[in-house]
C-alpha cells in the first residue's frame, strides 16, 4: 500500500533510525525538523499519517497538531519525552490520535502507525452523500440512518452528531468541539447537553453504541474496530 508519512523531529539521528524502519514496511517518508517545515510539507503533500514530536523550533508541535487537524482527519502521533498526564490530555483536546513517550520502540511505534491507518480506512462516503461506517448507513441527503438495513429514528441534532462523529472517526472530540460543530458557534447552553444526545444516541444505535467511546475528561471518540 502507497502511504505517506510526514516525519516530524528535530533530532536527526532519531530520524534517520525511524526512516529505516518505516522504509522497510514500504511507507514513503517525508521528513521536517521544524514545525514550519512540517506545515509547509504537510500542505503541499497528499499524507496519510503525521508522527510529531511535541519539542520542535519555530513552532511547536501543539501547534503544528493544531494546525493540521484544523484542515484534515489525517492520523497523529504524538511523541513526547516527558510521560505527564496533562501532556497527553492536551494532544488529544488538540485532536492527537494516540501519543508515544521517549525512549520507544520503533517496532512499537509502526504498529501504532498500521492500526491508525486501518481504522482510517474504515469509512467509505460515496458520491451520493451516503456514509458507511461500522455496519452504519448514513445518507446525508435524506438524513436517515440505517442499522443492518433497518431505519432509526433519530432526532435532527443526534444525526448531525453521529454524522460529524463518523466523519472524524478515530479523533478524540473534546465536548467544545463538539458543541461548537454540531449546535453552531453562538450556542450558549451548557456541555451537559452534549453527554444527554450521546447517551438518547448510543441507545438507539443498540450494539452499535459499543463504537463510541468516553474519554475521560476530555470527550467523545468514534472507533470503528471495537
Not at 512540517?38 to 499524507?47: C, V
Not at 520502540?105 to 509502526?110: A, D, N, R
Not at 452504519?136 to 441527503?141: G, P
Request: hydrophobic share 40%; glycine share 4%; proline share 2%.
Amino acid at each position: 500500500m502507497y502511504r505517506n508519512l510526514l516525519l516530524v523531529e528535530d533530532e536527526k539521528r532519531m530520524r534517520e533510525i525511524l526512516v529505516d524502519y518505516f522504509k522497510r514496511e514500504d511507507f514513503t517518508i517525508l521528513e521536517a525538523s521544524s514545525g514550519r517545515e512540517a506545515l509547509d510539507l504537510f500542505e503541499s503533500n497528499n499524507i496519510h499519517l503525521v508522527i510529531l514530536d511535541i519539542m520542535i523550533p519555530e513552532i511547536d508541535g501543539w501547534a503544528v497538531c493544531k494546525r493540521i487537524r484544523k484542515a484534515s482527519g489525517v492520523p497523529i502521533i504524538m511523541l513526547t519525552a516527558r510521560s505527564d498526564e496533562d501532556d497527553k490530555l492536551m494532544g488529544y483536546e488538540l485532536g492527537a490520535d494516540d501519543y508515544v513517550t521517549k525512549p520507544f520502540s520503533p517496532k512499537v511505534l509502526i504498529a501504532k502507525s498500521k492500526m491508525l491507518l486501518k481504522r482510517a480506512e474504515g469509512n467509505v462516503i460515496k458520491d451520493n452523500g451516503i456514509i458507511l461506517c461500522a455496519d452504519i448507513e448514513v445518507n446525508k441527503l435524506s438524513r436517515t440512518v440505517k442499522l443492518e438495513n433497518q431505519l432509526v429514528e433519530l432526532a435532527p441534532k443526534e444525526f448531525e452528531l453521529l454524522v460529524y462523529m463518523l466523519e472524524n472517526k478515530e479523533m478524540v472530540l473534546t465536548r467544545e468541539n463538539i458543541l461548537n460543530h454540531v449546535w453552531g458557534y453562538d450556542y450558549f447552553g451548557d456541555l451537559r447537553t452534549i453527554d444527554t444526545h450521546i447517551k438518547k444516541l448510543r441507545y438507539k444505535l443498540k450494539d452499535k453504541a459499543k463504537h463510541i467511546s468516553t474519554v475521560n475528561r476530555v470527550g467523545y471518540k468514534f472507533e470503528v474496530n471495537k
